[in-house]
């Protein structure tokens, strides 16, 4: 691949045979770059997302985990029902618990 100042002029092949191209688009993989879901313990799908439950609850007691780490359908409304919905099952979990004095 050829590039000047980070724009792409052309690639070139195997057999030297080029072609001049503008853009290129690409699927490169997803990787968490946080490690401390992995640190903690937490379950990963074959994508790269960090695996919940329809409650966003991670494979590990007490961890919850929302948005883009968890789910290829990156958006913000998203990310903010995600979030509402593990904020409302958190809220339960603590209301639930029985606390000592
Ligand atoms: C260029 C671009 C354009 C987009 N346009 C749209 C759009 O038009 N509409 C739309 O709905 N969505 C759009 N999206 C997607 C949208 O931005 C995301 O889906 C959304 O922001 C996900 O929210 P999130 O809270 O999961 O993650 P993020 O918004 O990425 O928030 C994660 C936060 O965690 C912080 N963080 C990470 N690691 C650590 C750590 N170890 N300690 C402390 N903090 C940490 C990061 O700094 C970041 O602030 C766009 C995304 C991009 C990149």
């Known amino acids: 691949m050829k590039h000047k100042n980070g724009q792409l002029e052309h690639l070139t092949f195997k ?3 080029t072609v001049e191209l503008k853009a290129i688009y690409a699927r490169p993989d997803f990787e968490e770059h946080c490690k401390i879901p992995e640190t ?23 961890v919850f985990a929302i948005g883009d780490s968890t789910t290829p359908f990156r958006s913000v409304a998203n ?23």
Do not use: P, W, Y
């Open 15 to 17: 057999d030297n045979s």
């Open 40 to 62: 903690l313990g937490c379950e990963f799908t074959e994508q790269g997302h960090i695996k919940v439950d329809m409650f966003q609850k991670t494979s590990e007691e007490g």
């Open 79 to 101: 990310a903010i029902s995600a979030g509402n919905i593990a904020g409302a099952v958190l809220n339960n979990a603590m209301i639930e618990e029985e606390f000592r004095l």
